[in-house]
C-alpha cells in the first residue's frame, strides 16, 4: 500500500514541475491530477499505515500539493498569454496589426491587463463616433503608447504632451460651437486649428486684442447669428402667425386687444375678476395654428393652478380680463407666448390657440 501511494504522489511530483516548465498542462490533465490527488488522500484515510509510514505519505502529499498549485498557477498564465496573442475581436480584429505582448510581471500587471480587455467592450463603437477609421488602428495605438509613455519628469515632452491632450478638447469644444453657429447651416464647420492659433495667440500675447475683448465681440456676434439662424430656420412660423392673425381678426366676435393678443368669448361668467397676483384655477386645452395639440388639462382630468402672473404674458392678460366661470378661446402672437425659444412641442416663433376655462380664484 505504502509503495503504491509513494508511486502515485511520485507521478503527480513529476508531472506538475513538468507541466510549470511547459506552461502547457491542460484544463483535462489538471484534472485528472486532482482526481489522483484526492483518490490518493482517500486510501490514505482508509489505509493502516504505521507512523513512520504515515509520516512520509504525507511529506509526499504535501509536496504532490505544492506542486500540483505551482503547475495550476502556470497552466493558467499560460491561458493569459494565450489570450495576449489573440486580437482583440472588434476593430483590431479586422486588421493585420498585432497588439506587442505586454511582459506581465506582478498580480498588479495582471489586473491592469484584465482591466484593459474588459474596457474595450464598445469602444469600437465609440471611435466609430470620433470618425477614426479602423484602418488606422495602429495608429491609434502609438498615439495612446507616446502620450502614456513619456516621461513627466522632462518639462518639453510634458509641455507637448499637455498640448497634445488639450488639443482633444479643443476639438471637441469647437465641435460643440460650431453646432450652435451653424445650427442652420450643418453642412458647414468650424476649424479647430483656427481656434487652437487663437488660443495660443492669446496665451502668449500675440492676439491682436485682449481676451476680455475677444468676449465681447464673441457674444455679440453669436447673439446676432442665433437670431439669423432662428429667422432662417424658423421664420416661416412667424409669417404664417401673422398672416392667421391678420385673418382671424376679421372673424365675427374676435376682439384684439392693443397688445396683440386676441379672444372670443365662448361663455360670461359672473364671478370676480382675479389680479395678477391671484392664485386661479384653471381647466385648457392648447393647439397650433395647423390644428396640433400641444397640452390639455381636460386629458390629464386634473385643472391647473397657478398665479396669473406666472404664465405667458397672453394669459395674464386673458386671466385678469376675465370673470370667474367664464370660458375664452385666446389666440396669442409669439410675442406673448413663447417668443423665440422652443418650448416642449412647441416650436419658436409660434402662434398659439387655447381654450381657458377659469373655474375659481383660490384662497
Known sequence: MKKLLIIS???????????????????????????????????????????????????????????????????KNAA???????????????????????????????????FGIAQSKGLDQYLKSLDVDSTYIEDFNKGIQ???????????????????????????????????????DPSQKLNPQIVANGIVAGLTGQAEMTADDATTQWRSKMEA????????????????????????????????????LQYKVI??????????????????????IDGTEFDSSYKRKEPATFKCNQVIKGWTEALTNMNVGSQWELYIPYNLAYGDKQQSKIPPFSTLIFTVELLDIVK
Not at 382675479?274 to 397650433?288: C, I, S
Request: positive net charge; aromatic residues 6%.
Open 267 to 288: 361663455k360670461d361668467g359672473m364671478g370676480a375678476k382675479p389680479l395678477a397676483t391671484d392664485k386661479v384655477k384653471v381647466n385648457y386645452e392648447g393647439h397650433l
Open 9 to 75: 504522489l511520485g507521478a503527480l511530483l513529476t508531472m506538475a514541475p513538468s507541466a510549470v516548465k511547459a506552461q502547457n498542462m491542460t484544463d483535462e490533465s489538471l484534472k485528472a491530477a486532482n482526481a489522483a490527488m484526492k483518490e490518493a488522500q482517500k486510501v490514505i484515510k482508509d489505509s493502516k499505515l504505521d507512523k513512520e509510514d504515515q509520516k512520509e505519505v504525507k511529506k509526499a502529499m504535501k509536496e504532490a500539493k505544492k506542486a500540483l498549485k505551482e503547475a495550476q498557477k502556470a497552466s
Open 146 to 184: 507616446n502620450r502614456l509613455g513619456y516621461n513627466p519628469e522632462n518639462k518639453k515632452e510634458h509641455a507637448y504632451y499637455q498640448g497634445v491632450a488639450i488639443a482633444g478638447q479643443i476639438e471637441n469644444m469647437t465641435k460643440q460651437f460650431s453646432g450652435d453657429y451653424y445650427a442652420a
Open 225 to 260: 447669428r442665433q437670431k439669423a439662424n432662428q429667422e432662417k430656420l424658423y421664420g416661416e412660423n412667424r409669417r404664417k402667425g401673422e398672416a392667421f392673425l391678420e385673418e382671424n381678426s376679421k372673424k365675427e366676435g374676435v376682439v384684439t386687444l392693443p397688445s396683440g
Open 80 to 114: 493569459v498569454s494565450e489570450v495576449r496573442a489573440t486580437p482583440v475581436a472588434n476593430v483590431a480584429a479586422a486588421q493585420p496589426f498585432t497588439i506587442e505582448k505586454p511582459v506581465l510581471t506582478n498580480e498588479g500587471d495582471s489586473i491592469a491587463y484584465i
